[in-house]
């Protein structure tokens, strides 16, 4: 996910300090004027990380998409991908973050610091 991410910024002209503003009810994050479509998979506090599909405060339309995720870990036995919350730190929430930006085939994956501690988001590119 790291060379995704690399490439998406390149490709925009995206830089580590600029501004940008998401929004869970609209499944979005602009920056520099362009919308990218996301998934909001997860947030973290203190050392815990929870599944943003386990978060009744994230709109349903924020979380698209990581019900494969879930069901990726069932089939394969894979209780970091099933159980709603883990600790690890920060670790465990980009493994995490990783994990579902490769199943929902992401462009890029952007973790953001909140008020709370963290949030973790897969996006996608601009549509056409």
Same mark, same amino acid.
């Given at each position: 996910?790291?060379?995704?991410?690399?490439?998406?910024?390149?490709?925009?002209?995206?830089?580590?300090?600029?501004? $940008?503003? !998401?929004?869970?009810? @609209?499944? @979005? =994050?602009? #920056?520099?004027?362009?919308? $990218?479509?996301?998934?909001?998979?997860?947030?973290?506090s203190?050392?815990?990380?929870? !599944?943003? !599909? *386990?978060?009744?405060? #994230? &709109?349903?339309?924020?979380?698209?998409? =990581?019900?494969?995720?879930?069901?990726?870990?069932?089939?394969?036995? #894979? &209780?970091?991908?099933?159980? &709603?919350?883990?600790?690890?730190?920060?670790?465990?929430?980009?493994?995490?973050?990783?994990?579902?930006?490769?199943l929902?085939?992401?462009?890029?994956? =952007?973790?953001?610091?909140? *008020?709370?501690? $963290? #949030?973790? $988001?897969?996006?996608?590119?601009?549509?056409?």
């Amino acid at each position: 996910m790291a060379s995704r991410t690399r490439a998406l910024r390149t490709r925009y002209g995206l830089g580590p300090g600029d501004r $940008f503003d !998401w929004d869970l009810t @609209q499944s @979005q =994050l602009v #920056i520099k004027g362009t919308r $990218f479509p996301l998934v909001t998979v997860g947030t973290m506090s203190g050392d815990t990380f929870r !599944w943003a !599909w *386990d978060d009744e405060s #994230i &709109p349903s339309e924020g979380k698209t998409g =990581l019900e494969q995720v879930r069901a990726f870990g069932e089939a394969n036995g #894979i &209780p970091l991908l099933t159980e &709603p919350s883990n600790t690890g730190g920060l670790a465990s929430g980009n493994e995490c973050l990783a994990v579902a930006g490769r199943l929902l085939g992401a462009n890029a994956v =952007l973790v953001d610091r909140t *008020d709370a501690g $963290f #949030i973790f $988001f897969a996006l996608r590119e601009p549509p056409s």
